[in-house]
């Protein structure tokens, strides 16, 4: 395998020779999406339904018009349909005048509803009409959010998927990304207490999730490949693993005509305006967080290689990203070092500005996409998909001064064949192949770095002079195969089935490497201890095997759903070597190990449910629920990994410094056995020359379960306005953690202790924290955490008035209330430690977000409102907003204990029960206003878009430790008011 920069240029190579052969008559064809249906009654004029008419619908992305013939009870249906186009669809019959219905619009995972009326006629008279599809969909069972082109591209955002998420019911982000300062990583998102490993990506259905930062997308995207979006929180059918958020993203397609679109859209700084105030620099925020400079440009397009018969589509964009990060300052001249530099309060604002080091980002992205029809009812696909980003600052914050930050490489290609037969008018099948390569690196600033110790102070959170480098391989594979039938007038109703079998095939390498192989820990400036570290080298493979079954049965008012799915997840750890510490190897010693599998396979049934009913039989007014039980999705390690003594190991011990040098010399550390501060939890200190491990796994161990139960009302106001209500309630169990062996809650005694606390802190009680009376055992088990429960309480309320009349809105508001219970002192911690028990029992569940470049945030809310709306004014002028306010998120003020007896380490105190601090309440606007000028089938708009409107402030974090010399100091805030100029061209 060649170098990251040598991959870099063979996937443009090859997308730019992928594209000149589509051009040349080549048919690669397009990766079919996840799909929206037409589904329909046909009746005469005097309301009896009509058996035998003849549907057929053309137009949007169908290359040749699919045909139907209604049943006995005049029903029909057209599966398997792109979203994001436009249909016809004619209903004939011989006596009856012909009806043909235009702009027929399907939506991604939509249902719809096209009835006919046909009225006896002698003669061969047609009557055209035009669609106006019902807004509500009576065979909805889920809570889905659909954005068509009209929200994407009209509605001002930051343009990237993650921002749509922001717009969607009761979802929180970890992040708040203006005018697009936050795009060039992936924001961390919460949804109904879930966890984010249950996340679901599918491009073009494609199952593109990375599989070991599971949950999370395993590429960035290009905003204008997309056709449609869709985001579902609930509900999910059996075509969907987990429980968690699940969102498919439909790529552009190609046609008979030729079309496309380009745009090139500037944001900068001297577009922008100064939120950063002087009562926010006296608290610690001394520079803001601006944008410096972003580029957001590229061009798509396709149409015909021979019409009728085969089509092609392709793309190119490029981001280039570049903003500030509060107090992430460059090392030079006239500029401070950190926060703590008097230079940091005394310069002005501009000058501090522009003493901040840049954070870039660069992604570029390359889609091939064909669609070919090989023989009648046969359609043949291929979409590829390039995806590379550069960052030269990741994890860049006020803690993290460049020198500590990684440079990311990582060039990712997908790839996707399909080919999808008609085999009938009511059977369809499809078997696609799909390879996401998954491969990139966080790599040290400089590669001297390696030889560098990082120097960390626990009360600050402070890093200097390095840190460590891992580098990743998660290629994946898949095989999908699946099958539609629907079965009119059985049982008194029509049956819709849908089967289907997954396999996908998700190996996962990285190795980890450590700067200087120790850490020099401080505490407020005090040197404390010496954390010495092994480099880590692991290899993983994984494989999953589902298989799902679905009936959805309509009768009269009536539509019920039943499915179940099954699912298979199986990995184990392969053979692997990493090499001794440096410093310690008597204490951490090189290791070749074998390999190792646990011998526990998850094999899950989940069963779904779903049941509508069309109250007046009307289609305007339709109750439905749900009930389903979910499994979770495990990373590569996720069973096997527990045995696997080459992940990264770590042992502490007290360093005094001795020299002054803040270096670690061997002989400034306490090396007893004794003296051990902490160690982790794949290493044993009593028997460090062991080269194995003595952890194990429960034979009996049970993958993570959600039971989720929901109800819901829907209504139309009228054709192009609905509102609805639902209720959610949730309830997750059998999480799992390695538990240590040899310690019990017996083993744990109280210890008062009197901080000293900084001046900013409010308050500084006496706490107690838990220290065990013997030493850490090292050998851990695999378990379920017994006694550990979380519970979900939710109420979504939604308006839609979709575009007509001159304009749209989408309204929404969540209440969200997730508890975490602990029934047992053995779910809550793995050594069995009742340190912070009654914090944390009964309280708000908030994750804390550590990835993707941001940290210290505890995401939860429990009131959202969301506003996003389009007018078009005269002369065809497109104003749009979007408005959105939240709680803030938990503000847990702490205080790091003392080092603990038995190998115990620190640990964070928390001074509130989780949930009862938060920051002030987030709120933000955004505004667009853009003017087209139309030339017959060609238009050119300018835009200009301006983001945090009211110019806010707010503060996203602080440095929670009340005992540190920086206690509350603000270390994020929003970042201020821009504005975006753009133009976009549409051929």
Not at 35 to 48: H, K, L, M, P, Y
Not at 370 to 394: C, E, P, Q, V, Y
């Amino acid at each position: 395998m060649g170098t990251l920069e040598e991959e870099r240029m063979r996937g443009r190579l090859l997308a730019l020779v992928a594209l000149l052969g589509l051009l040349v008559g080549v048919t690669p064809a397009t990766a079919q999406a996840p799909t929206g249906d037409i589904v329909g009654r046909v009746a005469d004029a005097s309301g009896a339904v009509l058996p035998g008419v003849v549907v057929t619908v053309s137009g949007g992305a169908l290359i040749q018009p699919l045909t139907a013939t209604t049943g006995e009870t005049g029903t029909y249906q057209f599966p398997g349909l792109q979203p994001g186009n436009t249909y016809v669809v004619k209903f004939e019959l011989t006596g009856f005048r012909t009806v043909i219905v235009e702009r027929v619009a399907v939506g991604v995972g939509s249902n719809t509803t096209t009835n006919a009326t046909l009225e006896v006629s002698a003669l061969q008279e047609t009557v055209t009409v035009s669609s106006e599809a019902p807004i509500v969909d009576t065979r909805k069972t889920g809570t889905k959010s659909n954005y068509t082109q009209e929200q994407l591209q009209n509605v001002p955002s930051a343009r990237d998927p993650w921002v749509m998420l922001e717009r969607t019911p009761g979802i929180a982000m970890d992040r708040a990304n203006v005018g697009g300062s936050q795009s060039g990583q992936q924001s961390g998102y919460i949804s109904r207490g879930a966890t984010t490993t249950n996340n679901k990506w599918l491009l073009d259905g494609v199952d593109i999730t990375d599989q070991a930062a599971t949950g999370a997308s395993a590429v960035y995207y290009d905003f204008d490949m997309l056709q449609e979006m869709q985001i579902s929180t609930g509900g999910n059918d059996v075509t969907q693993q987990t429980g968690g958020v699940g969102i498919n993203l439909v790529t552009k397609s190609g046609s008979d005509t030729i079309r496309g679109s380009g745009r090139y859209y500037w944001t900068d700084e001297s577009l922008g305006s100064v939120n950063l105030t002087e009562e926010l620099r006296a608290q610690g925020a001394r520079s803001g967080a601006p944008i410096q400079n972003i580029k957001d440009y590229g061009i798509e397009g396709g149409g015909p290689i021979w019409k009728g018969r085969a089509w092609f589509w392709g793309s190119y964009s490029k981001n280039d990203i570049k903003v500030g990060v509060v107090n992430f300052y460059q090392k030079r001249p006239g500029c401070p070092v950190n926060a703590s530099d008097p230079l940091a309060q005394s310069l002005p604002v501009d000058a501090i500005n522009e003493c901040l080091n840049t954070d870039l980002t660069v992604l570029d992205n390359y889609n091939i996409k064909g669609s070919a029809l090989l023989f009648s009812g046969n359609t043949f696909t291929w979409h590829s998909n390039f995806a590379d980003k550069i960052r030269n600052a990741r994890d860049a914050s006020d803690t993290r001064p460049f020198e500590t930050t990684y440079i990311q490489e990582g060039p990712v290609w997908t790839h996707k064949a399909s080919d999808r037969h008609v085999f009938n008018d009511r059977w369809i099948a499809e078997a696609a192949y799909a390879y996401v390569g998954g491969g990139f690196g966080l790599l040290f600033q400089d590669p001297a770095n390696r030889d560098i110790q990082p120097l960390n102070d626990l009360g600050t959170g402070r890093w200097e002079r390095s840190f460590n480098q891992s580098e990743f391989d998660r290629p994946a594979t898949s095989v999908n195969l699946t099958t539609t039938y629907f079965k009119p007038a059985t049982l008194g109703g029509d049956h819709a089935f849908k089967i289907g079998y997954n396999f996908r095939d998700t190996p996962a390498s990285s190795t980890t490497v450590y700067g200087g192989d120790v850490y020099a820990q401080t505490r407020n400036g005090v040197p404390e201890r010496a954390q010495f570290w092994r480099s880590a080298a692991t290899e993983y493979a994984m494989t999953t095997h589902s298989v799902f079954a679905q009936d959805t049965y309509t009768r009269n008012k009536l539509t019920l759903t039943a499915g179940i799915r099954w699912d298979r997840q199986d990995d184990s750890a392969l053979a692997s070597t990493v090499e001794a510490n440096r410093l310690i190897p008597q204490w951490l010693p090189g290791i070749a190990f074998q390999g190792a599998d646990s011998g526990v396979v998850f094999s899950n049934w989940s069963p779904r449910l779903g049941v509508g009913y069309d109250v007046f039989g009307t289609g305007r007014t339709v109750a439905r629920s749900s009930f389903s039980v979910y499994y979770g999705q495990i990373a590569p390690g996720s069973l096997s990994g527990t045995l696997n003594p080459v992940s990264a190991a770590s042992i502490s011990f007290p360093w005094n410094d001795a020299n002054g040098d803040r270096f670690v010399q061997i002989n400034e550390v306490n090396l007893q056995r004794s003296a051990v501060i902490t160690f982790s939890g794949n290493y044993n200190p009593d028997n460090p020359g062991f080269l194995g491990t003595t952890n194990t796994v429960d034979s009996g161990l049970k993958n993570d379960r959600t039971v989720e139960w929901t109800a819901t009302v829907d209504h139309q106001l009228t054709n192009r306005m609905a509102v609805s209500l639902s209720y959610i309630y949730r309830s997750y169990s059998d999480f799992r953690f390695d538990q240590r062996v040899g310690i019990d809650a017996s083993n744990w005694s109280p210890v008062t202790y009197q901080p000293t606390c900084a001046a900013a802190a409010p308050s500084c009680p006496q706490l107690t924290y838990f220290q065990p009376n013997i030493s850490i055992p090292g050998t851990q088990r695999l378990v379920n955490r017994g006694g550990y429960t979380r519970d979900f309480n939710g109420i979504e309320a939604t308006f839609t008035k979709r575009m007509a009349d001159r304009w749209m809105l989408d309204m929404n508001y969540a209440y969200n209330d997730a508890v975490d219970n602990f029934d047992s002192i053995q779910g809550y911690s793995a050594t069995f430690d009742p340190t912070n028990l009654q914090i944390f029992n009964g309280h708000q569940y908030a994750v804390e977000a550590g990835g993707s470049g941001i940290d210290n945030v505890f995401v939860n809310a429990k009131h959202m409102f969301k506003i996003a709306g389009v007018y078009t004014a005269p002369w065809d002028i497109n104003l749009g907003a979007t408005y959105q306010i939240r709680d803030g998120y938990l503000f847990p003020q702490r205080i790091l204990s003392p080092n603990r007896t038995g190998a115990a380490g620190a640990v964070n105190l928390v001074l509130e029960p989780f949930g009862e601090s938060r920051y002030d309440k987030f709120q933000m606007m955004d505004a667009r206003v853009a003017k087209r000028f139309s030339f017959g089938r060609r238009s050119v708009e300018g835009s200009l878009d301006i983001f945090n409107v009211f110019n806010v402030n707010t503060v996203l974090t602080r440095n929670l430790n009340q005992a540190a010399a920086t206690a509350n100091n603000v270390t994020g805030i929003v970042a201020p008011r821009v504005l975006r100029l753009g133009v976009r061209v549409v051929f």
